[in-house]
């Protein structure tokens, strides 16, 4: 017999009686906030195709309510190479372009050239003035180049960020021959394997991140 259900004793008219379970109000089930997700865009030169990758690799996070993401565009920024622990005013002017931005971030995307089998020399700069933005946070990898498609500038980025207590996630999106793979309107001509290649560096780099944020909630870094 159903607990909601009570029978009378038989008459001749059988009568059924509901009875109401009390109301309960139950609590919202918790949000998990979206990620802050710093895209640096390491190039600077002339003429660069970097706008493309980023471009293409921006839509793909456009559609993920995991997610909310901020372009740090190092065409846009001039950090000088000599580092100084009293910068200019004219310094401080540029770093508040971009400080503030990695400071709020929960993980990082470098999109990256191979220039002379590493990275730019801006990206270098931007990342030695800064230090305790990049910590216990994680960092993914979208490369462009030749027929290396920019790996080997990933590779050197890894160390570098390894020392600043990053965490390097593992799957990386890479173009070779970079030029020749898109469109004249910016669409890859053969979406298929680096779109799942976007989705896996994502998905991966939301688990770090989110992983990474609560653990520094409860304890903070280095403590």
């Known amino acids: ?76 920024v001039d950090l000088p190479v000599a580092l100084s622990f009293q910068p200019t005013a004219g310094v401080r002017d540029e770093l508040v372009k971009v400080s503030p931005v990695l400071a709020a971030a929960d993980a990082f995307v470098v999109i990256t050239p191979e220039y002379n089998h590493s990275y730019p020399a801006s990206l270098k700069s931007l990342i030695d003035w800064h230090r305790a933005e990049w910590q216990a946070k994680p960092v993914g990898f979208v490369s462009y180049g030749g027929v290396s498609g920019g790996l080997r500038a990933v590779e050197h980025l890894r160390t570098v960020f390894a020392e600043l207590h990053t965490v390097g996630i593992r799957d990386t999106v890479s173009f070779h021959s970079a030029a020749a793979q898109f469109d004249d309107n910016g669409r890859h001509l053969d979406p298929a394997g680096c779109d799942a290649a976007a989705k896996t560096l994502l998905d991966q780099l939301v688990w770090w991140g989110q992983a990474l944020r609560e653990a520094k909630a409860a304890r903070p870094y280095g403590s």
Not at 25 to 38: E, G, I, Q, R
Not at 45 to 53: A, E, I, N, Q, S
Request: charged fraction near 20%.
């Open 1 to 76: 017999m159903d607990d909601d259900i009570t029978a009378s004793a038989p008459t001749s008219t059988p009568t059924i009686t509901s009875v109401t379970a009390p109301t309960t109000t139950s609590a919202s089930a918790p949000t998990t906030p979206p990620l802050k997700v710093a895209v640096i865009l390491g190039s600077n030169r002339d003429g660069r195709f970097g706008h493309v990758v980023a471009d293409w690799f921006l839509a793909h996070t456009d559609g993920r309510s995991d997610i909310d993401t901020e372009l740090v565009d190092l065409a846009e």
